[in-house]
């Protein structure tokens, strides 16, 4: 039987076809963890990725220096001490809009050892997107837990 971790197939995708994120917009944080900085969710390195400085709700906003026509967004979250319900709202600015557009918002359990990652993929068709924003609950239970983000990728 072949096997394949879901986080190895994060890293088996082509690096030209996504965004250069760290060159293309600039990022405002509610917090930041200074050993996980944002640009560490911009490639998948295992173990790395962003991580909240404090616990509870986070926002993470990119604010592109020209619009940018996306047709995907993946999204790696990872989680492998505490169980907990987490929410997330992706959210978008077209050029020239004054209200965000929904994207999508969800939630799912992680349950340490068992399910320790969660993987979305979206495909989309956002065209001309000035800003792009996630609202990031870590957990819908406690107040206690921080917000990380293993990988964000748009294409």
């Known amino acids: 039987m072949e096997k394949q971790l879901i986080h190895q197939q994060l890293l088996n995708v082509s690096p030209e076809s ?4 760290a060159q293309l917009a600039q990022v405002e944080l509610t917090s930041e963890d200074e050993a996980h900085p944002i640009e560490l969710a911009f490639t998948p390195i ?3 990725g962003w991580r909240a400085s404090r616990p509870g709700e986070q926002r993470i906003r990119f604010l ?3 619009p940018q026509n996306v047709k995907q967004i993946q999204l790696f979250f990872r ?3 505490q169980a907990r319900t987490q929410e997330f709202l992706l959210r978008w600015l ?6 965000y557009q ?9 349950s340490p050892p068992h399910t320790i990652a969660e993987v979305e993929t979206y495909n989309v068709d956002l065209k001309a997107m000035r800003v ?10 406690k107040t206690n837990a921080s917000a990380s983000l293993a990988l964000l990728r748009l294409s």
């Open 18 to 21: 996504w965004l250069d994120l």
């Open 132 to 141: 792009l924003e996630l609202q990031i609950i870590p957990d819908l239970n």
């Open 79 to 81: 989680e492998e001490e």
């Open 64 to 66: 592109f220096d020209e």
């Open 94 to 99: 077209p050029a020239g809009a004054k209200s």
């Open 46 to 48: 295992e173990g790395e």
């Open 102 to 110: 929904e994207i999508v918002r969800q939630q799912y359990n992680f």
